[in-house]
T-cell receptor
């Protein structure tokens, strides 16, 4: 079974621009979460989507948004990019069977550099 | 406020010996804990988890211990192998939903041949 895929793997943008990152979850997984990893703050939760609805949200400004499509694929968007948005953005998917705790499986990430 | 802390940024161990990675947490609402391993240029890979109703969980060479009263968990790797060299993240979630994980900042484990 294919793992979580993220595109693009690397991206360079300038301040003020906006960016869209894409995530395809493992087949059959219905929940998609996004995380930001920076050297200073570590891995921080951005938001989680399930059935095309944002179900959980972290403490990030409104410039960070996302959506999920009917096939569970997800995109996240960052508008008005700032230098501090340079980070590795990780997507994780899980089954969400509604029963026991699900494991989140991570993609390789998108490395965003803001100049 | 860092709710999950890994106080050792790095750890070096000889091949064949035990590696012990530690993690402390402050949020008493956390009820599910996980360890992930991360190699450079890859996403974190799930290793092992433990629910707060248990105090130990084993999977092959990996064992996680949970001490709820001390709000402390540890990951034991026995025996350590050079391929275990990676950054190890401790993560926690609360309220029966593991979709919002709070991560520690990681410990770089180096296993020397």
């Amino acid at each position: 079974k294919a793992g979580v895929t993220q595109t693009p793997r690397y991206l360079i943008k300038t301040r003020g621009q906006q960016v869209t990152l894409s995530c395809s979850p493992i087949s059959g997984h219905r929940s998609v979460s996004w995380y930001q990893q920076t050297p200073g703050q570590g891995l921080q939760f951005l938001f989680e989507y399930f059935s095309e609805t944002q179900r959980n949200k972290g403490n990030f400004p409104g410039r960070f948004s996302g959506r999920q499509f009917s096939n569970s694929r997800s995109e996240m968007n960052v508008s008005t990019l700032e230098l501090g948005d340079s980070a590795l953005y990780l997507c994780a998917s899980s089954l969400d069977s509604g029963g026991a705790m699900d494991t989140q499986y991570f993609g390789p990430g998108t490395r965003l550099t803001v100049l | 406020d860092q709710q999950v802390k890994q106080n050792s940024p790095s750890l070096s161990v000889q091949e064949g010996r035990i590696s012990i990675l530690n993690c402390d947490y402050t949020n008493s609402m956390f009820d599910y804990f996980l360890w992930y391993k991360k190699y450079p240029a890859e996403g974190p890979t799930f290793l092992i988890s433990i629910s707060s109703i248990k105090d130990k969980n084993e999977d092959g060479r990996f064992t996680v211990f949970l001490n709820k009263s001390a709000k402390h968990l540890s990951l034991h790797i026995v025996p350590s192998q050079p391929g275990d060299s990676a950054v190890y993240f401790c993560a926690a979630s609360a309220g029966g939903s593991n979709y919002k994980l709070t991560f520690g900042k990681g410990t770089l484990l180096t296993v020397n041949p």
